[in-house]
């Protein structure tokens, strides 16, 4: 049982989310997340080596043995709100989230100990390939193949939405061998790989196609199959949605946060906007839906670093996603509403929130797919309902 | 035993007390009294209440130079979790327990706390909340109830009327919200005052609820009387003590209601498979989005009661009551929808008629305790600093078409 006592923040938690939300106050503010958005890479260098070697946040999770903090899923969850709350530009998802975690869980101690260090310092950028749709990590969507060759394998197949794809160094992807999944460490500048970035709606982050033809990579590069590669994907997967739902979290404060700000300032009628009651209703509803986000958010981090039921966990992420994904959602489009006219406008934020709101809601199962997953456990496998 | 080896042995010590006691006559018991239920089986549930006394189950928070057990958060909220498991009935008792009991011990004279405390301990004496009024509803600084002090006698005399007092046809006491000091306005010149309602000048009438049961009521005063030291803090310091035993409403009374609701999503559950409505996708997602609801009501009692303890309402403390309020009227419409057609006809199951009641009583909900538009009021600019609504300067004058 997850009491009381576990939410509050200790005082180096609370340090880290100050300290964090202070650093991208002023390294991605609006003007720079839009310089990074027309950047080639998608993302500010600059940015990247303050976050990664200077303040050591990608090495939050990974274990002191692999040169990494040591800290617990939580604090990672405190630094992905900061960073969705400025949009903050930077590999950090696919790489420290999806990559590090991943290999956290998959791979041996020999290849972690090779891969994870440099992850840790920042030296190297990664991201997952899983299925040829979507980032839902679906076990029947692996269409790649993979078939034995000598001393090695030779990886043959397509995936269409890989998070930063384009500029990661260190692809991790999903193929079937003889029929069960297995997950490849392949480089991206491997002979027959291509990444060709997506024009995409939420440029604040680039999705790729990457493409395998005939890669041959060799047998070291095989990190794990079958059952066990499944088991681990299972909990990267709830743990990634729930990553993703604290940095939904922070886009959602920052958008109720500026929508407060406007609403101050603009006058109609001869009386600012915040005082007619329309608009107070409305960002108090955002302020509702953010705040059970957090609370479903809470227990969900909690969950991660207390509970090694997988099952269990995954519908955790279920809620946590499902309330930050509409959550976000709604208070971008009430942003958009209650800026009135210039919401929607370039020059305005609000559409930024916007579009990462909908691209973002798709990741690690829609609110759609993740009710019915809910739904499967409580009405045809008749889980007991329980709230704890 | 470390801490949490402690509390497992709490818990199971719980447990093990509700499975011995909650049986026989009170098997009947089990699941009934929440909210819309209230006036099940009354004289039993006193009956229970006293068998929770022996046992030394009741007021466990309170510290234990008043009869209680001072248990710690973490053990409420076990003993709570596990009373709620076991099926344990709603508390009659509960605005003794929770909000009177904890404003005496905090208020009281020594006296008051002699005279009053054991009988909410014991579950012999039990009490009513008398704050609303048919003009004083959310808006508690109109309060027109007059308290005049008889100088002759000594005693307080109580003139006019309090409205949704539920549970006053089944308790001994009420706490009135009065004006004691003619022509105050607002929160000024408010007198609390503890009143016994079996006396002459008291006439408690039931109101019928769409329901079609009665469990709120009209409560009349027409020269009723309390003695001088029945008036808790000081006479004008009523709003002081009214808004203090309101803010002892937090957290851990919430834990029991959500384990009521779990017990109901569970019913919704169990009726969605037998009406064969579990295969409709629409049905499957909101009882997904229940579920999930659930979850993130209860995280978010863990954090408020988590946060300050001085009793100021954090950031998730402020959205509780809007939240649950709108998941349960949710779940209300879930409820008869997943039973279909069945769930138009009364038969003589409780889980079905349990579902029927949770349907029409969860409309009171987003209404009681402050409605769903003032409590969005209260968020916009309390939370979030947003300006205050304006108000008229003077009582506008009454047009009469």
């Given amino acids: ?388 | 035993m470390n801490l949490a080896e402690q509390d497992e042995a709490f818990r199971t010590e719980v447990a093990q007390w509700m499975r011995d006691h909650l049986r026989g006559k009170f098997e009947c018991l089990r699941h009934r009294g929440g909210a819309g239920d209230e006036d099940a089986f009354p004289a039993l549930r006193k009956e229970w209440e006293q068998e929770l006394a022996a046992g030394k189950w009741t007021c466990v928070g309170w510290p234990q130079a008043y009869g209680g057990r001072g248990l710690s958060v973490a053990q409420q909220i076990i003993f709570h979790e596990e009373y709620a498991r076991a099926g344990g009935p709603g508390h009659i008792g509960h605005l003794g327990e929770t909000l009177l009991g904890p404003t005496l011990i905090a208020y009281g004279t020594p006296s008051q706390k002699a005279r009053f405390l054991p009988g909410i301990v014991a579950g012999t004496e039990y009490w009513c909340q008398g704050y609303s009024e048919p003009g004083a509803g959310s808006d508690l600084a109109n309060v027109q109830t007059r308290a005049r002090l008889d100088q002759t006698t000594g005693e307080w005399v109580i003139d006019g009327q309090k409205v949704w007092t539920s549970l006053a046809h089944e308790s001994q006491w009420i706490f009135v919200v009065a004006r004691c000091e003619p022509g105050s306005q607002g929160h000024k010149g408010l007198i609390f005052l503890l009143v016994p309602l079996d006396q002459p000048g008291v006439e408690v009438r039931p109101i019928r609820q769409i329901t079609g049961s009665c469990e709120f009521n009209e409560v009349f005063f027409d020269g009723a009387r309390t003695s001088a030291e029945n008036v808790v803090g000081e006479p004008g310091e009523g709003w002081k003590i009214a808004m203090a035993l309101l803010g002892f409403e937090r957290g851990l009374s919430w834990i029991g209601m959500q384990m009521h609701f779990e017990h109901q999503l569970q019913l919704v559950c169990k009726a969605a498979r037998e009406a064969g409505t579990d295969k409709i996708p629409s049905i499957r997602a909101r009882i997904a989005d229940a579920w999930m609801g659930l979850k993130v009501m209860h995280y978010n009692t863990l954090r408020t009661l988590a946060g300050g303890q001085d009793g100021s309402l954090t950031r998730e403390g402020y959205i509780i009551k809007y939240y649950w309020s709108n998941w349960h009227r949710d779940l209300g419409k879930l409820a008869l929808d997943a039973l279909g057609p069945e769930g138009d006809i009364f038969i003589d199951d409780f889980s079905r008629t349990r579902l029927q009641q949770v349907f029409l009583f969860s409309r009171s909900d987003t209404i009681v305790a402050g409605t769903n538009e003032v409590q969005l009021n209260i968020i916009a600019e309390r939370a979030l600093g947003m300006p205050k609504e304006m108000r008229p300067q003077k009582p506008t004058t009454e047009t009469r078409v």
């Fill in chain 1, 1 to 388: 049982m997850i009491g009381a006592q576990d939410f509050s923040l200790t005082p180096d938690q609370l340090m880290i989310q100050e300290s964090a939300a202070q650093f991208l106050d002023d390294r991605s503010a609006s003007a720079m997340v839009r310089a990074a958005m027309e950047s080639a890479s998608g993302f500010d260098a600059s940015l990247w080596t303050a976050m990664s070697q200077d303040l050591g946040w990608t090495g939050t999770h990974i274990p002191e043995a692999y040169g990494g903090l040591d800290l617990s899923f939580v604090e990672l969850t405190l630094l992905l709100e900061q960073m969705g709350r400025r949009l903050a530009c930077s590999p950090f998802f696919a790489t420290v989230v999806m990559g590090a975690t991943t290999l956290m869980m998959a791979a041996d101690h020999e290849t972690k100990a090779r891969l994870l260090p440099q992850i840790a310092s920042g030296e190297l950028t990664a991201t997952v390939g899983f299925g040829a749709r979507g980032v839902d990590w679906d076990p029947a969507s692996v269409t790649a193949v993979a078939e034995p060759v000598e001393g090695g394998y030779r990886l043959s197949g397509g995936f269409r939405h890989v998070p930063d794809g384009s500029t990661a160094a260190l692809l991790l992807l999903v193929a079937r061998l003889h029929g069960e999944i297995a997950l490849f460490s392949v480089n991206a500048n491997a002979d027959g790989l291509t990444a060709r970035e997506h024009a995409n709606l939420d440029r604040t982050r680039r999705i790729a196609h990457v493409t395998l033809d005939g890669v041959v990579v060799d047998s070291t590069s095989l990190i794990c199959r079958g059952t066990s590669l499944n088991d681990a994907l299972a909990r990267v997967r709830a743990m990634a949605g729930i990553a993703l739902a604290s940095e939904q979290l922070g886009a959602a404060q920052q958008c109720l946060d500026m929508t407060l700000a406007y609403a101050a300032e603009r006058v109609q009628f001869g009386r600012p906007i915040n005082s007619f009651q329309a608009v107070k209703h409305r960002c108090a509803e955002m302020m509702v839906k953010i705040e059970a986000t957090r609370s479903a958010i809470y227990g969900a981090a909690r969950f991660v670093t207390t509970t090694p039921d997988t099952a269990s966990l995954l519908l955790e992420a279920a809620c946590a996603k499902t309330f930050a994904s509409e959550a976000l959602f709604f208070c971008a489009q009430e942003a958009i509403q209650l800026h009135g006219g210039v919401g929607f406008t370039w020059e305005y934020d609000p559409h930024l929130y916007f579009k990462r709101a909908q691209a973002s809601s798709q990741w690690f199962g829609s609110p759609g797919t993740l009710r019915e997953e809910v739904a499967i456990s409580l009405l045809d496998a008749a889980r007991p309902v329980s709230c704890q």
